[in-house]
Each structure stands twice: as structure tokens, then as C-alpha cells.
């Protein structure tokens, strides 16, 4: 059995040595393709007046690092404003960013007042009122 299993992972090495993609050779192109789209796309969800700041800064201060993908910061801000201008002509892009409804952006209440309004609110059990 033991060598029945050894047999199998051998031959599946082989057929998934053949069946990577580049042939081995690697995929940094692919990474790098990859992590502009996400880059861009992150870019492209944040509100139009950030836009600009957001794509130099990132472009210097993120892919320009030797373990992201190093480089020229210039060619990967313009690269990053490529993208998002393709993004941006796209039509099934949704462009519109999210707002938050008034509602939902008030401060909620501690939560030492919350449960004693509920406490107030909802009626005695009669043990209180026994008393």
C-alpha cells in the first residue's frame, strides 16, 4: 500500500509539473498584472477628489517597494492611471460611491445607556412591583 501511495504522488507531481501554467518558467507578469487590477480597482471605489493622491501615493510609497514589485515609481504611477482610466471608460463599472444614509452616521449610544433605556422601557415582571 505505502508504495502504491508514493507511486501516486509521483505521477501526480509529474502531470501537475506539466500542467503549470508557463511552463514553469513563472508568473511575476502575471503577479504584477494582478496586483496593478487590485491596486486600481481599490482606487477606483474611494471618492473622486482622493483619487489623484491616492494613485501617486500608492504608486511610490506601495509598488514601488522591492517585495511588492519594485521598479520605477514613475512607470507604476502611470501604469495605476492607465488602469483606472480604462476602469473608468468601462460601463459595468458602478461609479457611483456609496453614501451613507444620515441615519446610520449618528453616533449610537453607549452602551451603559442603551441597555438601561431597555431596561426602563420594557415592563416589570411583577417582583418589582411585589415589592
Known amino acids: 500500500m505505502r508504495g502504491m501511495f508514493v507511486g501516486i ?17 513563472g508568473s511575476k507578469a502575471g503577479m504584477e498584472d494582478t496586483v496593478y487590477a487590485i491596486t486600481a480597482d481599490a482606487i477606483m471605489r474611494q471618492p473622486e477628489e482622493k483619487r489623484e493622491a ?6 511610490q510609497n506601495f509598488l514601488a517597494k522591492p517585495d511588492v ?13 492607465a488602469r ?23 453616533k449610537p449610544d453607549a452602551p ?17 412591583a411585589a415589592l
Open 9 to 25: 504522488n509521483i505521477l501526480g507531481e509529474i502531470l501537475l509539473a506539466f500542467t503549470s501554467k508557463h511552463g514553469g518558467t
Open 54 to 59: 491616492l494613485t501617486r501615493d500608492l504608486a
Open 69 to 81: 514589485i519594485g521598479g520605477d515609481a514613475e512607470q507604476a504611477e502611470t501604469i495605476l492611471r
Open 84 to 106: 483606472v482610466t480604462n476602469l473608468e471608460r468601462n460601463p459595468w463599472i458602478a461609479r457611483a460611491t456609496p453614501q451613507i444614509a444620515p441615519e446610520a452616521s449618528q
Open 112 to 128: 451603559e445607556q442603551s441597555w438601561k433605556k431597555k431596561v426602563t422601557a420594557q415592563p416589570s415582571c411583577g417582583v418589582a
